[in-house]
């Protein structure tokens, strides 16, 4: 029972990373083909001539793809400007919104879970509603008061408007994941000669790394992602970022490949993420040391 | 090398009080242990000494000074916890090391004196493995040493013992003792664990329910109990109990049991007649003042059944059934008595020794 019970675990896990993964492959597949062979019938489920071209053009290279026995020259994509400086602009975004969130999320986590004081729930409170507001009911006075303040086409205003949605949500995470480290361990930081920063810089946040990194990680990949700001506020601006191209280049003209391209371009972070980081956190040994005997 | 006054500390939890107008000295080099049941207050104690717990209200003196607002960084304590509290993400030696880097001290003199004080605890062998590769006892040597790797003016320990196995803990305790006597430094121990309290101390302060009961010697807390709680905290088996009467006929004074009267000292009488409230008063006899034997010898033998045997190897503990009430009590005898459950014997009470209580009170008047 116990074993059958296993295999029915593993094939529902295999069923719904092909389901959410088909999109991708799919897009994956068509970004190394060249215009020709997506047409051909019947479909290729794996490019029969694997070729960069597409990404090279879309990043703003000349590129050349075999053809059956063919050599075929692009040219650079026109979007090719838009992408990288959208690349540059969201790697910028993501980086600045990351460290300004940790900034504060972290000593604002950290006095939520250690700490009792007046108002506290009322403070959590408003940090759980800042959450509950559909995002379109707050896009367009957003919107009017960046045109005020001209602040509309900067990443400075989309900086700060990505600022109020992950720091509730990242000093939420924060606030659980520092609840549940062991008080003894900082109390011993203290007795010490620790000062309360000096202890939750040299010990509490170390211990707490993966807490951090976790919390670092997703609020880089929100700001990588996020769509309906970006896209209200800095649409063929110069400070557009990544994910307003993509409808730009779907609704003007079709160029399937490339955009299969971009998309694969814009998965990157999420790729190297999961890939480094994955690794990265579920190594990390963060144990109860009383818990924990031997190792 | 402090000695450590606790002036009227109290401490609330909201509505709860959990240390109640506490009075107390620990001497200059003194082995103190507060002793008591769990949620006594006794750590919460210990923290407030750290100053990890702000008072209710109350003083703490530090040789005199004034500790109330000094934070736990500055007050020069060390500290060991229940759970050791290692630095998780930490090799051995840079645990040790932490309190002085800290403080900034030479990188040469804190090798020099990670490694004497890894040396003492003899762990220098684990000084490059971290905290979750170590068992429990190495934990709380690594522990132990972060604590001693520096001077400071007193140790605090917060049941340092109760996570490793028991042979692991009689071995310690002989450690500590020793320790304490090298470092010359004053010592405040908190345990729930008597038999800890009376083999290390120099002093016990018994708590229970946030007050301090009684402050002694091991031997006089184990002679002369303030109070039943006292008598039945201490000592292994437990004291036992037996509700009993006072009685004065003509000039003889008695302490009535169900089926007994056991005739005692008039001045012993005289001390009951001054300080016990009504006549209900309690008899408290440690099982090693309990005798048993096959025969009836005198009028104050009573009647047990045996109700269960625990031979120990050095001593033989009875439980035995007082007939006449049906109470269920421990007696020690020598480890070569013989007897099986369902035997008729008699017992008697060691009159010299035994604790007398009043019921009301409950506090000792022997």
Known sequence: MGKLRQVAVYVLAVLLAVWSLIPIYWFLNMSLMTENEVASVPVHFWPNQPTLANYLRMLGFSASAVVGTQTVYFLPSGYAPMIRSGMINSTILALCVTALTLAVAIPTGYSFGRYKFRHKNKFLFTLLMTRALPPISIVVPFFMLYQML??????????????????????????????TLPLEVERAARVD???????LMKVVIPMASAGVGTVAILTFLISWNEF??????????????LPPVFPAMLFHIIDNTGLAAATMLSLIPVIVIALVFGRFITRLKIVDPVTTIGG | MVKVVLENVTKKFGNQTVVDNLNLEIQDKEFMVLLGPSGCGKTTTLNMIAGLEPMTSGNIYFDGTLMNNVPPEKRDVAMVFQSYALYPNMKVFDNIAFPLEIRKLPRSEIV????????????KGLLDKRPYELSGGERQRVALARAVVRKPKAFLLDEPLSNIDAKLRVYMRAELIRLQKELKTTMIYVTHDQVEAMSMADRIAIMSEGKLVQVADPLTIFDHPANQFVGGFIGTPPMNFFDCAYRKIGEESYLELPTVKLKIDRELGKRIEEEAKGNELVIGARPQDVDVSNKKTSDEDFEVEVYAVEPLGTETILDLCYVACGQVFKAATTRRFMARIGDMLWASLDKQRIHVFDKVTQKAII
């Open chain 1, 228 to 241: 309906l700001f970006a896209w209200l506020l800095t649409a063929g601006s110069p400070a557009q970022t």
């Open chain 1, 150 to 179: 001209n602040l509309q086409g900067t990443l400075i205003g989309l900086v700060i408007i990505y600022l109020s949605i992950t720091i509730p949500l990242m000093t939420w995470i924060l606030m659980g994941y520092f609840a």
């Open chain 2, 112 to 123: 020099s004196q990670v490694n004497a004080a890894a040396e003492m605890l003899r762990i």
């Open chain 1, 193 to 199: 000669g620790c000062t309360r920063v000096n202890a």
